[in-house]
């Protein structure tokens, strides 16, 4: 490892870990937290890929029981370029699929000593039941329909790169939120960073427990978009029933998707984002996925980096606490 890469990172950790054990939602980070990990995601996104042995005594298991392609592959290339084993598992692979418990096939995993287990689940709260009950530290790599922790801290990171603060600033959530741990999570780190949010969407796909985030309801894109800062846009979830939410996709497209002529109303510095996977033409039409401001590659490239920083301070923590567990 580079002795100036390991002397940045050195530098902008400060001695610091992070106050979890295991990251679950967003309302388990502080400010603190939150600020370590975007100043060395930082750090990391400077260096790429560079390859580093800060945890090379470290073993991570992806444990990834639903379908991903971003957020399955930066946990590996993050484990990876940090020196540390990486093990992936995924639901089709794993003895759940033979009857075997949640419970059972975790503790098994965890005899193994991993330091860390990154956990994609269909079931929400999944992961909050399992980090109560094994050593590792357990990472919600998006669970059902609650949380998606690790995407909102690196929308976050990309809102800030762009627009340096969120306060004053006008992010409009566009799309099917009731289906989406996307939403769950980003609603809550919005808040914490006091932007100014706005949601349009069908009635259909607004949840009754909106009511207890400050955000701003509309019917109607046309009247939400034209003074956002950020047009965050999010896919319809065909996979957990939202096609039954719509009269058809296509009758969705036309009300609420971001078309040309509707981004043409925002501003001129006012940035497209999008967590992917993209459905093209439904959620987002085709020619603004590459548009100059849109920022769906730079997302995910941030969340490589937000991912290292994140498994680095749960991997070598300085206090060298132990997580408290209760085996059941
Ligand atoms: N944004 C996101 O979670 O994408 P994947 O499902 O590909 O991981």
């Given at each position: 490892m580079s002795s100036l890469l390991k002397d940045k990172l050195e530098s902008a950790r400060k001695n610091q870990d992070l106050?979890?054990?295991?990251?679950?939602?967003?309302?388990?980070?502080s400010q603190k937290d939150i600020s370590l990990v975007l100043d060395l995601a930082e750090v990391f996104k400077q260096s790429k890929t560079e390859k580093t042995?800060?945890?090379?005594?470290v073993t991570m298991i992806n444990a990834f029981y639903e379908g991903s392609t971003r957020t399955r592959t930066s946990f590996e290339i993050a484990g990876k370029n940090l020196g540390s084993d990486v093990i992936n598992i995924s639901g089709s692979g794993s003895a759940v699929k033979k009857g075997e418990s949640w419970l059972d096939t975790t503790e098994t995993l965890a005899a193994y000593h991993p330091k860390i287990i990154v956990m994609r689940t269909a079931e929400s709260g999944l992961p909050n039941f399992l980090a109560k009950h094994v050593a590792p530290s357990i990472i919600n790599a998006g669970d059902g329909l609650h949380e998606h922790p690790t995407q909102a801290l690196l929308d976050l990171k990309t809102m800030l790169d762009y627009h340096?603060?969120?306060?004053?600033k006008v992010v409009t959530i566009v799309g099917?939120?009731?289906?989406s741990r996307v939403f769950g999570s980003l609603v809550r780190i919005l808040e914490k960073y006091d932007a100014t949010i706005r949601v349009v969407s069908p009635?259909?796909?607004?949840?009754?427990?909106?009511?207890?985030?400050k955000v701003t309801l509309f019917t109607e894109i046309e009247k939400a978009l034209?003074?956002?800062d950020v047009v965050y846009a999010l896919r319809v979830q065909e996979e957990r029933?939202?096609?039954?939410?719509?009269?058809s996709l296509r009758e969705y497209s036309k009300t609420f998707g971001i078309s040309v002529k509707r981004f043409?109303?925002?501003?001129?510095?006012t940035i497209l984002m999008h967590p992917g996977p993209v459905i093209r033409d439904i959620d987002?039409?085709?020619?603004?996925?590459?548009?100059?401001?849109?920022?769906i590659l730079e997302q995910v490239e941030n969340g490589l980096a937000v991912r290292k920083a994140i498994i680095w301070l749960f991997g070598d923590r300085l206090d060298k606490k132990e997580k408290p567990y209760q085996l059941i």
């Open positions: 106050s979890i054990f295991d990251l679950l939602s967003i309302d388990d980070l042995d800060i945890l090379k005594s340096k603060t969120l306060k004053g099917d939120i009731s289906h009635q259909t796909f607004i949840p009754h427990e909106i009511q207890q985030f034209p003074e956002s029933g939202a096609k039954g939410y719509v009269p043409a109303l925002t501003k001129p510095d987002v039409h085709s020619p603004l996925v590459t548009h100059k401001q849109s920022k």
